[in-house]
């Protein structure tokens, strides 16, 4: 359905180049106070500057071809320098508000230009656990993989494991026992513990040492038993990866790995070819490739090695090629690496090769970076002995708050119950926390501020959700009946709550523009405050007359469905009471 926002856009875009000839963004805004009208068409500032005329004759043209029909009994006013107030009728809204309830998509419009998009985001290591620096790419990978889902994008989920290089020579070679791989290879229960053994070896004994290196030479020519002990680890690591996974609420799965061995293949012919093009230089006897304007800290041309000196490649390589491989073989639209920012200088070179090699005419890569985790102190957030966070402590850790949240507000609420219930909001507490800050700064971690019943908050989010529901199971009317209500919005507050509710869908094709999900976290935000002030000056289950109970019922549950589908849309669930 189309909202009230597009209409008023579509008739003062109509009525700007009937009225001026010009094919111009009307610039409409919601207004912020009920006394400018609903909203404002801001357009005749800038077309006043560009034709030469008076901002206020230019408001003047547009209001006169301005048909607004079924959106408002009140004739729009010129305001100011040539801002155009227009003021929605009282049947409008009601209209609108009854439409929103017969559409299971809560009021958001698919894309008219659907694309075929790649999202790259998890990416860790494997023979290694993942750490509080994988929450970021994961969760914000996966909210704007939904986002755009649920906006009919058809997405490619990519998870770019490291599972590669010259370290799994010395994994596969710490396997052995006798100089061989046994047939029958150990479990890995503490990754993290496995690898660093490996290392410490790896240092300390240099006979060690030379047959690992050995070992990388066999590994990378294919040999059989040194492939079987590598396919070993990556899948003892992807036990542990689709655990953390599945704990954080995550789409990704199995299928979507596409780790670094996926385009050791395509190695050779990319370089060549790029060499062929003159796009990658020799320098050292290594084959580098350089961007115009791309500079090092001392000034020099920065660049990246796509070929060592000694015929080794590095991810350098591995993320030319899948970009490659994105754009000729997944017909990519649109690839989104959601990646530390410490990385843009990189991705900003893979981006201008590939474009140079004319490789992605037709794909546009975008790199959706994020800032640093940190610690009350400033600096990245760590555990007070100074080791990395672990994710899966990390989570255990905010269950156990929700827990605590729980025992101090619900303790009638069966035991099982409590603990489905701590899952979702320590989760959803820590998902949200991140989530809710601009994916590119830093952000400071704390555990008050993000359990909190109070602010913008998961569990003040999923406690409105819940009073919303328990406030419908009180009415005791049915659902069939609340969907077919004829609203009465008459009061301030319910007219603003359904224009908040109509934000919904501009809101989320902000973030498919932007890739920032703390819009959508501030949108759901305010919605759960619009609500409060309805709630608290319209009385729904005291209201004597039916036809307005049965409206402000209705208006509770678009509010509340909204906000579900909004929380969805971040990974995050809701739960049916608190």
């Not at 026992?177 to 993290?192: C, M, R, S, T, Y």
């Not at 555990?383 to 899966?392: E, Y």
């Not at 709550?497 to 920032?516: D, H, Q, R």
Request: overall charge negative.
């Amino acid at each position: 359905m189309q909202s009230l926002y597009s209409k008023i856009e579509s008739a003062a875009k109509n009525a700007i180049l009937d009225g001026t000839g010009q094919d111009s963004d009307p610039i409409v805004r919601w207004s912020t106070k009920p006394e400018f009208g609903d909203f404002q068409i801001n357009a005749a500032m800038g077309l006043g500057k560009a034709l030469g005329e008076k901002p206020r004759d230019i408001a003047q043209k547009i209001l006169d071809k301005l048909d607004l029909s079924g959106l408002s009994d009140r004739k729009p006013e010129i305001a100011g320098p040539g801002f155009i107030n227009v003021f929605l009728s009282q049947d409008a809204i009601n209209e609108y508000a009854h439409q929103l309830l017969l559409d299971d998509n809560c009021g958001v419009r698919k894309s008219l230009t659907p694309k075929r998009i790649v999202i790259d985001y998890g990416g860790a290591n494997i023979a290694k656990e993942m750490h509080v620096g994988h929450l970021r790419s994961t969760i914000i990978g996966d909210s704007i993989n939904r986002i755009l889902t649920f906006l009919g994008h058809e997405t490619i989920k990519q998870d770019h494991l490291g599972d590669w290089g010259t370290q799994f020579g010395m994994l596969v070679e710490f396997l052995c026992v006798d100089g061989k791989i046994p047939q029958q290879l150990p479990d890995l229960n503490d990754l993290d513990s496995f690898y660093k053994q490996a290392q410490s070896k790896f240092k300390s004994d240099e006979d060690f040492a030379t047959k690992a290196r050995a070992r990388v030479a066999l590994l990378q020519s294919g040999d059989t038993d040194s492939l079987r002990a590598w396919q070993h680890i990556n899948d003892e690591t992807m036990k542990h990866l689709l655990n953390i996974y599945d704990r954080l609420g995550v789409l990704l799965n199995k299928n979507d790995s596409r780790g670094e061995s996926f385009y050791n293949n395509m190695l050779i012919g990319v370089c060549k070819d790029l060499e062929e093009k003159g796009i990658a230089l020799e320098s050292d006897g290594a084959l580098v490739v350089y961007k115009d304007g791309v500079l090092d800290r001392d000034g020099n041309p920065f660049g990246l090695i796509v070929r060592k000196s000694d015929g080794g490649y590095g991810y350098a390589t591995t993320d030319i090629a899948a970009l490659k491989f994105a754009a000729e073989h997944d017909k990519a639209d649109r690839v989104i690496y959601v990646v530390d920012a410490r990385q843009a200088q990189h991705f900003q070179i893979v981006f201008d090769v590939t474009k140079r090699a004319g490789w992605i005419d037709n794909t546009e890569p975008e790199h959706a970076m994020f800032g640093t985790i940190l610690g009350s102190d400033g600096k990245p957030f760590k555990t007070r002995s100074g080791d990395v966070v672990k994710l899966s402590a990390l989570l255990d850790e905010s269950i156990e708050r929700a827990n605590n949240l729980i025992a101090e507000k619900s303790s009638s609420l069966p035991d099982d119950e409590k603990q489905e219930l701590s899952s979702m909001i320590g989760i959803g507490a820590l998902k949200y926390g991140d989530l809710s800050n601009n994916r590119a700064k830093n952000y400071v971690f704390d555990w008050e501020r993000m359990i909190a019943m109070e602010g913008n908050t998961a569990p003040y989010l999923q406690y409105a959700i819940a009073r919303i529901n328990s406030l419908i199971r009180k009415s005791e009317v049915e659902l069939s009946l609340i969907r077919g209500t004829e609203f009465v919005i008459e009061s301030q507050f319910e007219k603003d709550l359904v224009l908040e509710i109509s934000k919904f869908g501009e809101t989320l094709e902000e973030v498919e523009s932007t890739l920032e999900p703390h819009r959508l976290c501030t949108y759901l935000f305010d919605l759960a405050q619009r609500f409060t002030s309805f709630y608290e000056n319209c009385p729904v289950l005291k209201e004597e007359d039916e036809p307005k109970r049965l409206s402000r019922l209705a208006l509770s549950f678009l509010a509340a469905r909204t906000l579900k589908q909004g929380l969805e849309l971040l990974g995050i669930g809701s739960p049916e009471r608190m």
